[in-house]
DNA sequence: CAAGATTGACATATCAATCTTC
DNA sequence: GAAGATTGATATGTCAATCTTG
């Protein structure tokens, strides 16, 4: 009699891959938000928004976009813009009905500081000790994923 | 005169990589909290501890043990646990200056509930699309990672 | 009315105390 | 005193309203 597998157990290798890539995950996003607190008094998310407004023309966007491209919801970018305006990193311009954030100078100043640091701890972490391949690898195995999230459920 | 590339900056590939990765780190730990919370009526968190407990023996552990197991915060763990203890999931047990924390019948009823939807919406998402190859390139690639992020500081 | 913005309530995470027991 | 537990303050994320303006 041959023994059955319930069909939703994974394999051995998926398991024991699946740990180890959720406990580097919780693990690499605790260290950059520590780098990150520690040396420029910014949350990953505050460097985010940062990053995105400072490469966007005249430091600006609309709210409505800057929650799409980074797939926050709406609320989240919400209370995130107010809690960067109250510490003078950003401003609020609201032209009728839509809202824009720009970039202030404060905030760029500290965007432009904090990089150096926060890309150097990123490679230290991860692509100094990564061959080529695996870099690659790891790009092939993101998108995949990425491309099977954006067509479950596509609501 | 050759051009010099600031040391902090990261190659195209390893931008593009590490873009996709995070991106898709975000949108699975997204899509699995919705799953879980939708189906089961758990968060991840409340999965996770859950699970532990319920391999433990007698259901049991201790908090100190729980907390380096899953290399939470102590005080992390005290709110969850606290939370978890409000619904009914465990019960804490105190011994001295030793706390325990006890899966109840309910919280393993939970837990045996929400399992095969959990691990069927990972299979689904992640080891239905990747290679037998690219799961043991994921292993290999978060193992790298998180030797690198236990040498790192290690305080 | 409907898109988009805002608000508030609640769940969660982190840090810095303080409390307890050996 | 010190290990470990607990607490509270603050920051962040999610959801379900409500408000505002075209």
Redesign the pocket.
Known sequence: VATVTSATELTGPESAAWRLFMQMQESL??SI??QL??DSN?????YTVLAALSEAPEGRM???HL?QVLQ?????????????CRRGLIE?Q???????AVITEAGRAAQEAARPAHTEHVRQLVFDRLTDQQVQQLADISRTVLNGLRSDVPD
Chains 1, 2 share one sequence.
């Open positions: 996003r605790g938000e520590q607190q520690t910014l949350s990953s998310t505050d609309r709210a409505l929650s926050w919801e709406k609320s989240r970018l919400h209370h995130q813009l107010t809690r960067m609020r609201n032209e009728g009905r839509t809202s824009y």
